[in-house]
């Protein structure tokens, strides 16, 4: 009986350490490092819709799981297989599958950074977010070229690029762009501060005026240290009439914006985008100012300025005078050096 009872108790004991050693088996397969790369982490991107055999397939596919059974019965333990969460995820090498499924399970998302700057059409911003972002580039270019959607933010298909202001943002890869016309119209409104209105009263201009003449301002010159300058010489023209005679309004309006030059002929073109036969700001933007720029027409320089003109030089740099007679001479310097360079359009 004793013998028998030494057995049962090496069999326990055995049993026992078999148990545990499964279980401590176990422990680490989850807890454990699962994620092996070849860099420090990798992303993950889950579309809308996608189901828990989508996922494991993209993780297979990067790396992040080598045990698709083990991966499986934890998803289904900790309720993961129907609350698939859509987004985009940074998986650090070395990830237990527990901290893995725990971080999809609650949606830890990392945001995409998106820049914008010298965009010059609407359909450049829809092209550079569908890059970046889950929606593609067609479904951003229809929202931001529907006409409701621009009534509703208060503008219309002329003023709606003013809505938005250049900058880095940091946004949900499954951002809609609903959602990113909301987000963008939020930033516009911190952008537009009560200081910044106060001063584009002073001069006699609303924010999408601003937004216009700082456009302008832009495609003007590549020296921000002259857009104040400019920005007055056009004030200067409002404030007494005077047409804007603003060359990249004649680009815009005839679709010429790589143009060097500009033609005698040019300024006879029908537009409401002619500043030449206009009085007057044009309809809307012709570019999405920065907010430099805007800022310079809102710290416009004040001078008695009425005309200005590319420097001989081609710095970039501008020349400045106050009567007609010293443009004329400013500008056939101008024109004699594209002559000069073969550069006649």
């Not at 959602?179 to 930033?187: A, D, H, L, N, P």
């Not at 036969?277 to 309809?283: Q, T, V, Y």
């Amino acid at each position: 009986m004793a013998r028998r009872g030494h057995i049962a108790g090496g069999v326990s004991l055995i049993v026992l350490l078999l148990v545990g050693a499964g279980a401590y088996w176990a422990w680490s397969k989850l807890t454990g490092p699962t994620a092996h790369f070849a860099s420090d982490s990798e992303v993950l991107l889950i579309p809308r819709g996608a189901d828990l055999e989508q996922v494991m397939d993209s993780l297979k596919s990067i790396g992040a799981i080598q045990d698709e059974a083990a991966f499986r019965w934890l998803c289904e333990r900790k309720k993961y297989t129907t609350k698939v969460k859509p987004g985009r995820y940074r998986i650090p090498n070395g990830m237990s599958m527990n901290a893995l499924v725990n971080m999809l399970r609650s949606g830890e998302q990392e945001p995409v950074r998106v820049t914008f700057n010298g965009i010059r059409r609407l359909p450049e911003l829809a092209g550079k977010l569908g890059r970046v972002l889950e929606p593609d580039s067609a479904a951003f270019l229809q929202a931001l070229t529907d006409g409701a959607t621009q009534h509703e933010a208060g503008h219309s298909p002329e003023t709606f690029i003013a809505a938005f202001v250049p900058n880095t943002y940091e946004l949900w890869w499954t951002t809609t762009p609903e959602q990113f016309i909301g987000r963008m119209g939020k930033e516009h409104d911190a952008f537009w501060t009560a200081e910044r209105k106060a001063k584009a009263e002073a001069i006699k201009l609303s924010p999408v005026e601003v937004a216009t003449l700082a456009s302008i301002v832009q495609a003007e010159t590549v020296k921000r240290s002259d857009a104040p300058r400019i920005a007055g010489v056009y004030l200067n023209r409002l404030r007494i009439g005077m047409p804007l005679q603003a060359d990249p309004t004649l680009k815009f309006a005839l679709g010429l914006d790589s143009i060097s030059r500009v033609l005698n002929a040019d300024k006879e073109v029908a537009s409401p985008y002619n500043t030449y036969l206009n009085n007057g700001l044009p309809p809307g933007p012709i570019n999405m100012p920065e907010t430099s720029m805007i800022d310079a027409v809102l710290n416009a320089e004040k001078h008695d300025f009425l005309y200005f003109c590319a420097r001989a030089d081609l710095s970039g740099y501008s020349d400045f005078s106050r009567s007609y007679d010293q443009h004329l001479v400013n500008a056939r310097k101008y024109q004699r050096a594209l002559n000069a360079r073969g550069i006649y359009r």
